[in-house]
C-alpha cells in the first residue's frame, strides 16, 4: 500500500496552465480508469475536482481536466486563478480493493 | 442534501481505544460503501478503512487489527473503532461517502472530520 507519488509544490502565474502528475503502479493507476483528484483548502475538508481519470464533477470548472498514460495520471488546470491556491491530492482505486493516496501537491498560484 | 457529521474525536492516551461516529443524512449508508480517511497534522491524506455496501471491510496495513469500520444501518451512521492507539494514529478522520456516477471508486462527500489526538 505505498503511497502514489506527486510532486510535492507546482506554482504558475495567473492565466497560465500547470500539470500535476501521479505515478502508481500496475496495480492501481495503470489497473484500473479509477483515478480521482481533490482540491483541499487549509483546515477545509477535501473536494472532489475529477473522477474516474478525466469526468468532471457538476459545479467544478472545466478549466480542471484530467488524463492518464500507462502508470501515471496527471491533472491540468488552465488559466490559474488565485483561488485555485490549494493542496491537490490523486487516488486510485487498487487491485486489493483498496484505495490510496498520493502525497499530494501543494500548487502556489504567484 | 447529503450530509455526513463525524464526532467522537479527541484526546487519548497511547494503548487506549475510541469510537468515531459519521452520521449521515441523505443517503442511504448502507446502500453505500464507505470510507475513513485520515490527515495526520501538517501531512497528507491517507485511506484508513472501507465498508462495502455487501458488508465486506478492508484496511490499510498501518490499522489492521487495531482498527474496525462497522455501520448501523437503523441509524444510518458510519463507526471507526480503533483500539491500541498510538501517537502516530493523531490526525484529523475524516467520513466519506463514495461516489455516485461512474464506477463510484471516489469520494464524492466528506465529513468536516474529527480530531484525534494520541498523547499521554
Known amino acids: 500500500q505505498s503511497a502514489l507519488t506527486q510532486p510535492a509544490s507546482v506554482s504558475g502565474s495567473p492565466g497560465q496552465s500547470i500539470t500535476i502528475s501521479c505515478t502508481g503502479t500496475?496495480?492501481?493507476?495503470?489497473?484500473?480508469?479509477?483515478v480521482s483528484w481533490y482540491q483541499q483548502h487549509p483546515g477545509k475538508a477535501p473536494k472532489l475536482m475529477i473522477y474516474?481519470?478525466?469526468n468532471r464533477p457538476s459545479g467544478v470548472s472545466n478549466r480542471f481536466s484530467g488524463s492518464k498514460s500507462g502508470n501515471t495520471a496527471s491533472l491540468t488546470i488552465s488559466g490559474l486563478q488565485a483561488e485555485d491556491e490549494a493542496d491537490y491530492y490523486c487516488?486510485?482505486?487498487?487491485?486489493?480493493?483498496?484505495?490510496?493516496f498520493g502525497g499530494g501537491t501543494k500548487l502556489t498560484v504567484l | 442534501e447529503v450530509q455526513l457529521v463525524e464526532t467522537g474525536g479527541g484526546l487519548i492516551q497511547p494503548g487506549g481505544s475510541l469510537r468515531l461516529s459519521c452520521a449521515a443524512s441523505?443517503?442511504?449508508?448502507?446502500?453505500?460503501?464507505m470510507s475513513w480517511v485520515r490527515q495526520a497534522p501538517g501531512k497528507g491524506l491517507e485511506w484508513v478503512s472501507v465498508?462495502?455496501?455487501?458488508?465486506?471491510?478492508y484496511y490499510a496495513d498501518s490499522v489492521k487489527g487495531r482498527f474496525t469500520i462497522s455501520r448501523d444501518n437503523s441509524k444510518n451512521t458510519l463507526y471507526l473503532q480503533m483500539n491500541s492507539l498510538r501517537a502516530e494514529d493523531t490526525a484529523v478522520y475524516y467520513c466519506?461517502?463514495?461516489?455516485?456516477?461512474?464506477?463510484?471508486?471516489?469520494?464524492?462527500?466528506w465529513g468536516q472530520g474529527t480530531l484525534v489526538t494520541v498523547s499521554s
Open positions: 466519506a461517502r463514495r461516489g455516485f456516477y461512474g464506477s463510484g471508486h471516489y469520494f464524492d462527500y
Open positions: 441523505g443517503f442511504t449508508v448502507s446502500s453505500n460503501y
Open positions: 465498508i462495502y455496501s455487501g458488508g465486506s471491510t
Open positions: 500496475s496495480s492501481d493507476v495503470g489497473g484500473y480508469n479509477y
Open positions: 474516474d481519470v478525466s
Open positions: 487516488s486510485s482505486y487498487t487491485s486489493s480493493s483498496t484505495q490510496v
